[in-house]
């Protein structure tokens, strides 16, 4: 079983950056590939990012391609989420998720893939 624990969220203007942090317990961290999701008010939960267990290797949506970055500390059993340049459609409740395997591209785009889910944290860009 693993744990994630989401904080980082908040209230930002619009062109700021706001990191976002998840930290994992209850199973060896690098064995873990993480994403990002998130969903707005009436809206399906939707892929952001995602970063694979093995390679290290990153994918994004389109959306937030070149805004976004994803990193990871094994040591502190946490991956960051970095969001720059934020506009107001970037306003969700964003979530961590992990699964212990390797996730190709396309796999890493499907919530289906992850097993484990993190509460969630709200971000809010005002206009």
């Known amino acids: 079983q693993v744990v994630l624990v989401e904080t980082g969220g908040g209230l930002v203007q619009a062109g700021g950056s706001l990191r976002l942090s998840c930290a994992a317990s209850?199973?060896?961290?690098?064995?873990?590939?993480m994403g990002w999701f998130r969903q707005a008010p009436g809206k399906e939960r939707e892929f952001v990012g995602a970063m694979d267990r093995s390679s290290g290797s990153t994918t994004f949506a389109d959306s937030v391609k070149g805004r976004f970055t994803i990193s990871r500390d094994n040591a502190k059993n946490t991956v960051y989420f970095e969001m720059n340049n934020l506009n107001p459609e970037d306003t969700a409740v964003y979530y961590c998720a992990a699964v212990s395997a390797a996730l190709t591209s396309w796999e890493a785009r499907r919530s289906a893939e992850y097993d484990y889910w993190g509460q969630g944290t709200q971000v809010t860009v005002s206009s």
């Open positions: 209850g199973r060896t961290f690098s064995r873990l590939s």
